[in-house]
């Protein structure tokens, strides 16, 4: 094989390479966008929110709000779950009741009864 036909071949083979890779990478892009806006639109049906501020202030072990629940949801408080990294946090929360239903904007919690 000559020089010259090597270098066409390997030049050939390195754009069929870009397309695919190009190709890939939109559809991957694709994929996150359809996944993330799917997650959102979900979680936003659901009216998810976490515990406002003003529970953690009255945190008591036994009651909605532990004080457990403080390192995981404050950054949080009071905002509806619309994504994946606050549901997750909501998750690995210790207990149950880290985040609560809601059809209106959370207002105070009361303990529950035991």
Same mark, same amino acid.
């Given at each position: 094989?000559?020089?010259?036909?090597?270098?066409?071949?390997?030049?050939?083979?390195?754009?069929?390479?870009?397309?695919?890779?190009?190709?890939?990478?939109?559809?991957?892009?694709?994929?996150?966008?359809?996944?993330?806006?799917?997650?959102?639109? $979900?979680? /936003?049906? #659901? %009216?998810?929110?976490?515990? *406002?501020?003003?529970?953690f202030?009255?945190?008591?072990p036994? !009651?909605?709000?532990?004080?457990?629940?403080?390192?995981?949801?404050? $950054?949080? /408080?009071? #905002? %509806?779950?619309?994504?994946? *990294?606050?549901?997750?946090?909501?998750?690995?929360?210790?207990? !149950?009741?880290?985040?609560?239903?809601?059809?209106?904007?959370?207002?105070?919690?009361?303990?529950?009864?035991?």
């Open positions: 094989m000559q020089r010259k036909m090597f270098d066409v071949l390997v030049s050939a083979v390195g754009l069929v390479v870009v397309f695919v890779l190009l190709v890939a990478g939109g559809l991957l892009m694709w994929g996150y966008s359809f996944a993330n806006s799917n997650v959102h639109n $979900q979680l /936003a049906e #659901q %009216q998810i929110y976490f515990p *406002p501020r003003v529970a202030a009255h945190a008591v036994g !009651t909605e709000i532990t004080p457990g629940m403080i390192p995981y949801l404050e $950054q949080y /408080a009071g #905002q %509806q779950v619309l994504s994946g *990294p606050q549901a997750e946090t909501s998750r690995r929360c210790p207990t !149950t009741a880290c985040t609560r239903r809601s059809r209106r904007p959370p207002g105070p919690t009361r303990p529950t009864p035991s």
